[in-house]
């Protein structure tokens, strides 16, 4: 039998594919393309190049598709994990915003309303749907509305926040504090935060404190009384008596010691005079504040190593006896504290006063001190922080060590038409 010769195949760009399978071929190569991803093509058995072809595709989709499930699979997973941290960060924010009893506001740059915070809605002004969408004018009472707009555009240009203070009507006047810190490159935000309690509290403590130390200075001049009409006048007929009892005596020794004695017991007289023009000075009742200041800076002026210069302003022609005594203790007390602890050789005392205030400063050129670092606590100082609490006023000191020191009080005269707080020291 003779040997069959090998069969040849021709080449590729002579031989032709069955039209049916080319058909089918390039359908499932479009399939693929169309995002079928299950798709293969079809392999045959005659392992021609067609069958190469897509032995290869289907070789590289399969690659594909494993890599895209694996991919998918990884977004998945982190798609989980950060829906969790999502769902973590908003419970723990909610908590938190829970646990804040202050009332929060988002709001763009022209004063709109955007958002809100509020764990009671009775503690709104208006209920959400009457501000949400609206500006603070459309909302709050004019005056008001001007003073808040003023606020959110000084928050608009500082990284620092801005607080205001405001009362508004809700059934019974509420005072509130409101802090506005830039929230974005838009928005801001406003933390509201109701005084009112604080406030009264506050103006309760004052007017304890106004009840206390009018009942100090009642304490005071009876003392001065007692001091100036009785001790003061037995002390000086002691000095007149033991004066003609030396008169009387031959021994020189004898009377000469009977003559120091009188004029001990003088100099005890003035010192009780002094002591009792300190505890009740009634300069102040009878020439008034400006003189009184300055007769006081001149008694410290001889009194003591010290030299203190009085400056003055005009001053209104009447002025609340309780405004004027406590001005007068701040000067005295604060003298004290230079003549005790500054070491000074001068000092100065200045008061003036406008429409609105009453300014009033203390200054020495002394060794100074650190105000929050006093090792004796500053009796004096708290003392004058207690006049100036009850005044209404307000207590500025301005130290450094070395460089002396400076108190500056503002009292206002304004808040002080309508007290119904007793005359302090009995002074109408």
């Not at 058995?45 to 699979?73: F, K, M, P, Q, T």
């Not at 017991?265 to 009792?276: K, N, R």
């Amino acid at each position: 039998m003779a040997a069959r010769a090998p069969r040849v195949r021709p080449p590729a760009s002579q031989r032709h594919f069955d039209s049916d399978r080319v058909a089918a071929f390039l359908k499932t190569v479009e399939a693929m393309a169309a995002g079928e991803v299950e798709a293969r093509l079809p392999i045959s058995s005659r392992h021609d190049e067609l069958d190469a072809i897509a032995h290869g595709i289907n070789a590289l989709v399969g690659e594909l598709s494993w890599a895209g499930a694996h991919a998918r699979e990884t977004q998945e997973a982190k798609a989980t994990e950060l829906r969790a941290t999502v769902a973590s960060a908003e419970a723990h924010n909610s908590a938190i915003l829970a646990a804040i009893p202050d009332l929060m506001f988002i709001l763009l740059r022209d004063g709109t309303y955007v958002d809100y915070h509020a764990r009671d809605l009775n503690a709104l002004f208006v209920p959400p749907a009457a501000f949400i969408g609206r500006k603070v004018r459309d909302v709050m009472p004019q005056p008001l509305a001007d003073v808040m707009m003023k606020a959110l555009d000084d928050a608009c240009r500082s990284n620092d926040p801005v607080v205001i203070e405001y009362d508004l009507p809700m059934g019974e006047p509420r005072s509130f504090e409101a802090r506005i810190v830039q929230a974005g490159a838009d928005r801001l935000l406003s933390i509201v935060r109701d005084i009112t309690e604080l406030k009264r509290a506050s103006e309760l403590n004052r007017d304890l404190a106004r009840r206390l130390i009018s009942s100090q200075e009642v304490e005071r001049q009876r003392i001065a009384r007692e001091l100036h009409d009785d001790v003061s006048q037995r002390v000086a007929a002691l000095s007149i008596e033991l004066d003609q009892l030396a008169l009387q005596v031959d021994s020189d020794r004898s009377r000469a010691r009977l003559r120091h004695c009188a004029a001990q017991a003088g100099e005890i007289a003035l010192d009780v005079h002094h002591m009792s023009y300190e505890l009740h000075p009634s300069k102040l009742q009878i020439i008034g504040l400006v003189p009184a200041l300055r007769s006081l800076c001149g008694d410290v002026s001889k009194q003591r190593n010290l030299h203190v210069a009085f400056t003055h302003g005009a001053m209104p022609p009447s002025m609340d006896a309780n405004v004027s005594l406590g001005l007068y203790r701040i000067v005295q007390e604060a003298l004290q504290n230079v003549t005790r602890h500054s070491q000074a050789m001068s000092a100065e005392v200045s008061v003036t006063c406008d429409e609105h205030q009453i300014a009033l400063q203390v200054a020495d050129s002394g060794v100074g001190f650190d105000p929050a670092h006093v090792p004796h606590a500053g009796l004096g100082l708290v003392s004058m922080r207690e006049r100036v609490a009850a005044l209404d006023g307000r207590l500025a000191i301005d130290a450094v060590p070395g460089r002396g020191t400076q108190i500056m009080v503002r009292i206002p005269l304004v808040s002080w038409g309508n007290k119904s707080t007793p005359a302090i020291g009995g002074i109408t």
